[in-house]
């Protein structure tokens, strides 16, 4: 409490069973530390003529320095767009005055201070629009960024000011480069604090202690307002201990992110933002293969254990990587992830992953690996074609208002079969479901539900070649040539019907099918024939118009 001047927003968990060791350092660093900020700029104001805007800028200057202290909390109450309507209003005063006040002695200067105020003015204008809901200024993403490269530019250029005034300290203008030091911290601090282990607390503490400095160079421009009676600078030692805590802000940070030699240096882990997705091999430049790997190897997608601990570095886990590269069999690969601490070392290593190591290797016995996603699109569409071509049309003769043929590709492990369905139906997916169920009862391999039909295969295969045709009337019954034939009842309730496409996917037709509802919304019958040979399993599906709810069976399917 006497640290934070506040109830702290931790002390509600993680007080109960006490701080850790670097927290209850870095609470009795800050005390004194506040302490110290706390008597500067609680200091009376410096007497002397002021006119008018000067009077003005001590004002809201000390306002600004009251928010900083006390308002704030009952400011956080309220609406976020209050909150940021009060920040731009005082700002923008602030700003006002400092260029009407302080003697810039420069007319180019004034401008740059006057340009880097602007910038500071409209991102806070951004936020609030965007807390009010309404069309942003289209900063975007950037607001954070720009609204820290703003607000240390707007403190330097103000230093550089009050130095040319002449009117302030030595010790108020070190405050204020001290300010522009802790507002450049704030981006790399922040990322400390999410890759330091534990809760971070310590470098919380800090980091609320030394921002105060803002404060108090904002209450010491204030205190020094008067021309007459300007402070006397600080004597030779007191400059030197102010030179060596300005150099001690400046470096400790940096010394703070240097880790002992044998701690684990990790660019990449898991929950990195860039390691959601597996980027193609040809895709990536040679220095960024290196990082893909390390997404890949710390990884914890669907909870599976990584195949490498966070306790290894980044080079030992790109080491063991090579050495799974040239291990001659699983059994080697089990050895090596067990030495390097893997929770699953009976898994091994999959080449899809290495390829991002070792691609001189892996790339010898699976080349399609090192492929770029253009190239791979390429060898897809390849192979879909040179599938879609060894199928032929079985009925050449007749032709139907619209027809396919295509290979279909069904599920590697088990599928139960095709549709042909209703897409704009909306109880399509509950239809889909009955379709399914209902196939593995049927004798014909057939499951109907109203607006699906599910056609199962007869053998056990992968893909099929795939014919459909849409006719105007019901063709003749010919079933020579076919092992089995039947004629099922199918709605369209949407004006559509049609076989699923691969898309994307795996699994579907793999070439664009057609609508076979060529009559629109109403009922139909669907007449499907199956035959084997050497070639392959393929079906041939017609769809005409046709009121009859009747299954009948043309041809029934004999077991060789």
């Not at 290979?407 to 399509?428: E, I, Q, R």
């Not at 034939?485 to 793999?510: F, Q």
Request: hydrophobic share 50%.
């Amino acid at each position: 409490m006497a640290v934070e001047w506040a109830p702290p927003a931790y002390a509600g968990f993680a007080g109960r069973e006490g701080f850790d060791a670097p927290t209850v350092v870095a609470l009795l660093v800050a005390a004194p530390v506040k302490a110290a900020f706390l008597w500067l700029i609680l200091r009376a104001p410096a007497r002397g003529p002021l006119d008018r805007r000067e009077k003005a800028l001590r004002g809201v200057l000390y306002l600004a320095v009251a928010d900083g202290l006390v308002l704030w909390y009952p400011i956080a109450l309220l609406p976020d767009a209050v909150d940021m309507a009060f920040q731009l209003a005082l700002w923008a005063a602030i700003d006002v005055l400092f260029l009407l006040v302080i003697r810039w002695r420069s007319g180019m200067l004034r401008a740059a201070a006057g340009a880097m105020f602007a910038v500071e003015l409209v991102v806070m204008t951004d936020e609030l629009l965007d807390d009010l809901d309404l069309p942003e200024l289209g900063a975007g993403g950037i607001v954070a960024p720009i609204f820290m490269l703003g607000g240390v530019a707007g403190i330097l250029i103000t230093v550089i000011g009050q130095w040319r005034d002449g009117r302030w300290s030595r010790g108020t203008l070190t405050a204020g480069w001290l300010s522009v030091g802790v507002y450049a911290l704030v981006l790399p601090l922040d990322i400390l604090l999410d890759t330091i282990p534990g809760d971070g607390l310590a470098v919380s503490v800090l980091m609320e202690a030394v921002i105060l400095v803002s404060t108090v160079w904002i209450a010491a421009t204030a205190r020094e307002m008067p021309k007459e009676d300007r402070l006397a600078d600080l004597p030779p030692a007191g400059q030197r201990a102010i030179r060596v805590a300005v150099a001690a802000v400046a470096v400790l940070p940096v010394i703070a992110q240097i880790h002992p030699e044998q701690a684990a240096h990790l660019t990449h882990t898991g929950w990195s933002m860039d390691c959601y997705d597996r980027p193609s091999f040809g895709d990536l430049k040679p220095e960024e293969r290196d990082a893909a790997f390390l997404c890949l190897a710390r990884s914890r997608d669907g909870g599976v254990p990584p195949i490498f601990p966070d306790s290894l570095s980044d080079q030992g886990v790109l080491s063991y990587a090579r050495a799974l590269c040239r291990a001659k069999d699983r059994g080697e690969q089990t050895a090596i992830l067990t030495r390097a601490g893997s929770a699953r070392p009976a898994w091994g290593a999959d080449p899809w992953d290495l390829v991002y190591v070792c691609p001189e290797i892996i790339g010898a016995t699976h080349p399609e690996l090192l492929r770029s996603t253009a190239e791979k699109k390429a060898a897809s569409d390849a192979y879909l074609a040179e599938r879609n071509a060894s199928c032929r049309d079985p009925w050449p003769r007749t032709k139907g208002v619209v027809q396919a043929t295509a290979t279909y590709f069904l599920f590697a492990d088990g599928d139960a079969g095709y549709l042909v369905h209703d897409p704009g139906d909306p109880a399509a997916g509950e239809a889909a479901e009955r379709a399914t169920d209902k196939v593995y009862d049927d004798s014909a391999g057939i499951g109907v539900a109203r607006s699906a039909v599910l056609i199962g295969h007869i053998e056990d295969v992968i893909d099929l070649c795939l014919t459909v045709k849409a006719l105007r009337t019901a063709p003749p019954r010919r079933t020579a040539g076919w092992d089995q034939v039947n004629e099922v009842p199918i709605v369209s309730r949407s004006g559509r019907l049609t076989v699923p496409e691969m898309g994307d996917g795996e699994v579907g037709a793999g070439a664009p099918m057609p609508n076979l509802a060529i009559a629109g919304k109403g009922r139909y019958r669907l007449r499907v024939y199956v035959r084997v040979g050497d070639a392959g399993e393929e079906h041939l599906v017609v769809v005409f118009p046709g009121a009859s709810r009747k299954r009948v069976e043309l041809k029934r399917w004999t077991a060789r």
